[in-house]
Nanobody
Framework: QVQLVESGGGLVQAGGSLRLSCAAS????????MGWFRQAPGKEREFVAA????????DYGDSVKGRFTISGDNAKNTVYLRMDSLKPEDTAVYYC?????????????WGQGTQVTVSP
């Protein structure tokens, strides 16, 4: 069992940056693939980024490639999402997720989400 808690969301102007954190409980954190997803009002949940259990291989959704960076620290049981060059269309609730396999999912554990709002 893994429990996930996101933090770091907030309001930022377009072009700005934010770093989201996902703190995980459980001794097996280092064995899990970790992902970030987002969901905007009226839209389907969208894959943002993922990182493998070694925290060496990452994958990104097309809409964030080159702007977002996922990283992880197994010693701290934490995964991060650095978001640069933010756009209003990045506004969404961002969710952290964990699974024991494929970076594109399906994911077994989810956090509660953190709101990111990007103003024009």
């Amino acid at each position: 069992q893994v429990q996930l808690v996101e933090s770091g969301g907030g309001l930022v102007q377009a072009g700005g940056s934010l770093r989201l954190s996902c703190a995980a409980s459980g001794r097996t954190f280092s064995t899990y693939t970790m992902g970030w997803f987002r969901q905007a009002p009226g839209k389907e949940r969208e894959f943002v980024a993922a990182i493998d259990w070694r925290r060496t291989t990452s994958d990104y959704g097309d809409s964030v490639k080159g702007r977002f960076t996922i990283s992880g620290d197994n010693a701290k049981n934490t995964v991060y999402l650095r978001m640069d060059s933010l756009k209003p269309e990045d506004t969404a609730v961002y969710y952290c997720a964990a699974n024991a396999g494929n970076m594109r999912g399906p994911y077994d554990y989810w956090g509660q989400g953190t709101q990111v709002t990007v103003s024009p």
